[in-house]
């Protein structure tokens, strides 16, 4: 079954940075935009950000614009999140998650991506 397999994340202090993976089992990312979401306790899940299915267009919830930035590698068929600056209010799990349309993608509503990995946990404290 075709899923999306992540790695990275952990505990970090303020002001500090990680960096999150994302990478496919079963398919390939090369026709397919990526999406970041996460998930804190008692919070709904919430879209931090797309990246476009050619790789040249990026969308960033507001929370996280200037800290945060989506990327992709072809070759490596893997999407990467990389964290700064990060705030004790970052603290969630991380999913990543596929879907065919960047039309899809940029509307960052969950329901609407296909393949998801398994989730990591990101921590942000002191």
């Known amino acids: 079954q075709s899923h999306l397999v992540q790695s990275g994340g952990g505990l970090v202090q303020p002001g500090g940075s990680l960096r999150l993976s994302c990478t496919p089992s079963?398919?390939?990312?090369?026709?397919?935009?990526i999406g970041w979401f996460r998930q804190a306790p008692g919070k709904e899940r919430e879209g931090v950000g797309c990246i476009s299915t050619a790789g040249d267009t990026t969308l960033y919830h507001d929370s996280v614009k200037g800290r945060f930035t989506i990327s992709r590698d072809g070759d490596k068929n893997t999407a990467y999140l990389q964290m700064n600056r990060l705030k004790p209010e970052d603290t969630a799990v991380y999913y990543c998650?596929?879907?065919?349309?960047?039309?899809?993608?940029?509307?960052?509503?969950?329901?609407?991506?296909?393949?998801w990995g398994q989730g990591t946990q990101v921590t942000v404290s002191s």
């Open positions: 998650a596929a879907t065919y349309r960047d039309s899809d993608a940029f509307r960052l509503n969950h329901t609407l991506y296909t393949y």
């Open positions: 079963g398919f390939s990312l090369k026709y397919y935009a």
